[in-house]
Nanobody, 121 residues
Framework: QVQLVESGGGLVQAGGSLRLSCAASGRTFSLYAMGWFRQAPGKERELVAGISSSGGRTYYTDSVKGRFTISRDNAKNTAYLQMSSLNPEDTAVYYC??????????????WGQGTQVTVSS
């Protein structure tokens, strides 16, 4: 129902920051919870952060709490992931996804194409 395109990935040194964007098309963007997932080679997909449709509730996996911030601008049909204090273990392809609630994001079938984040030592 919502087409998603990620951008903002790249190469950054450990300790640095990066901001990812997820641009959405569709008239119902504001009705969807949004999430960011990541997948490193040989590892399972991991839900990193989620945000409710209104932006009033957020979720973070323990490994990124205090370092990553998810946000959204419904007027611009865009979700963001601000990443700070990056570590090499954050290296992965990052995907955004949409769902009816944060709880169903792990089962979402509405994905972007992904953007590569590489953190060097």
């Amino acid at each position: 129902q919502v087409q998603l395109v990620e951008s903002g990935g790249g190469l950054v040194q450990a300790g640095g920051s990066l901001r990812l964007s997820c641009a959405a098309s569709g008239r119902t963007f504001s009705l969807y919870a949004m999430g960011w997932f990541r997948q490193a080679p040989g590892k399972e997909r991991e839900l990193v952060a989620g945000i409710s449709s209104s932006g009033g509730r957020t979720y973070y996996t323990d490994s990124v709490k205090g370092r990553f911030t998810i946000s959204r601008d419904n007027a611009k049909n865009t979700a963001y992931l601000q990443m700070s204090s990056l570590n090499p273990e954050d290296t992965a392809v990052y995907y955004c996804a949409a769902g009816r609630s944060i709880a169903v994001l792990p089962s979402a079938n509405n994905w972007g194409q992904g953007t590569q984040v590489t953190v060097s030592s």
